[in-house]
Nanobody, 119 residues
C-alpha cells in the first residue's frame, strides 16, 4: 500500500496550490478520502473529506469557499485545490484513505507534503 502526496511548496498569501495524492495497493474507489493538516504547535485537523464515489464532500469551516477536494478514481488520485491561501494555512498536509467494514477498519496515511504561506 502506498499513499503519496505531492504539490506542496512556498506560496505568497492570496496564492494557490494544488495538492495531489496518488494511491496504490488497495481498491481506491472503495475508500473515502481525506486531507488533514498539522500546523506548527497545533494538533492534526481534518481539512476536507470526499466519499468513495465523489458524490459528497465536507470541509472544515476554516477552509470553506477556498479549498476544493476532488478525486479521479480512474487515476487513483485525490486532489486538494487551495485558493486564497493565508499564513494560517501553513502546515504539513496529509492524505488519508479510510474504509470501515463490519469486520475491520482500513486506514492508510501518506508521509505528508509541506505547505508554507508567507510573503
Amino acid at each position: 500500500v502506498q499513499v503519496v502526496e505531492s504539490g506542496g511548496g512556498l506560496v505568497q498569501p492570496g496564492g494557490s496550490l494544488r495538492l495531489s495524492c496518488a494511491a496504490s495497493g488497495f481498491t481506491f474507489s472503495s475508500y473515502d478520502m481525506h486531507w488533514y493538516r498539522q500546523g506548527p504547535g497545533k494538533e492534526r485537523e481534518l481539512v476536507a473529506h470526499i466519499t468513495s464515489a465523489g458524490g459528497r464532500t465536507n470541509y472544515a469551516d476554516s477552509v470553506k469557499g477556498r479549498f476544493t477536494i476532488s478525486r479521479d478514481n480512474a487515476k487513483n488520485t485525490v486532489y486538494l485545490q487551495m485558493n486564497s491561501l493565508k499564513p494560517g494555512d501553513t502546515a504539513m498536509y496529509y492524505c488519508n484513505a479510510l474504509l470501515i467494514t463490519w469486520a475491520k477498519k482500513y486506514d492508510y496515511w501518506g508521509q505528508g507534503t509541506q505547505v508554507t504561506v508567507s510573503s
